[in-house]
Nanobody
Framework: EVQLAESGGGLVQNGGSLRLSCAAS???????????VGWFRQAPGKERERVSC??????DYVDSVKGRFTISSDYAKKTVYLQMNSLKPEDTAVYYC???????????????????WGQGTQVTVAS
């Protein structure tokens, strides 16, 4: 069974940092290499929005996090990380990772939803 598990969320002060992890299980290494992984977030009362995505060295960020967030991947660990620096209160949300064969879907640039989702991890930035 394929699963994605996020970790690393928490409470941090304005300007602080957190590193989120998205660990994949149930994939063979060959299968995992064929999937793009994206990070999404959803704040209370707001729609889910894309944050960043990674696939075979290709990276994308939403404008609001460029220069502050960095996505990276450890293929051997089947884990994608989201390093979040200079956090702002408006970054407060539940962060989800997702995976799909198609870059556009994993990056949230398609109306279709990614195939696999994690359970989410809460990030709260105090002002």
């Amino acid at each position: 069974e394929v699963q994605l598990a996020e970790s690393g969320g928490g409470l941090v002060q304005n300007g602080g940092s957190l590193r989120l992890s998205c660990a994949a299980s149930g994939f063979t290494y060959d299968d995992y290499a064929d999937y793009a992984v994206g990070w999404f977030r959803q704040a209370p009362g707001k729609e889910r929005e894309r944050v960043s995505c990674f696939f075979s060295g290709s990276i994308d960020y939403v404008d609001s996090v460029k220069g502050r967030f960095t996505i990276s991947s450890d293929y051997a660990k089947k884990t994608v990380y989201l390093q979040m620096n200079s956090l702002k209160p408006e970054d407060t949300a539940v962060y989800y990772c997702a995976a799909d064969h198609l870059w556009a879907i994993a990056c949230g640039k398609s109306k279709m939803s990614p195939t696999y989702w994690g359970q989410g991890t809460q990030v709260t930035v105090a002002s």
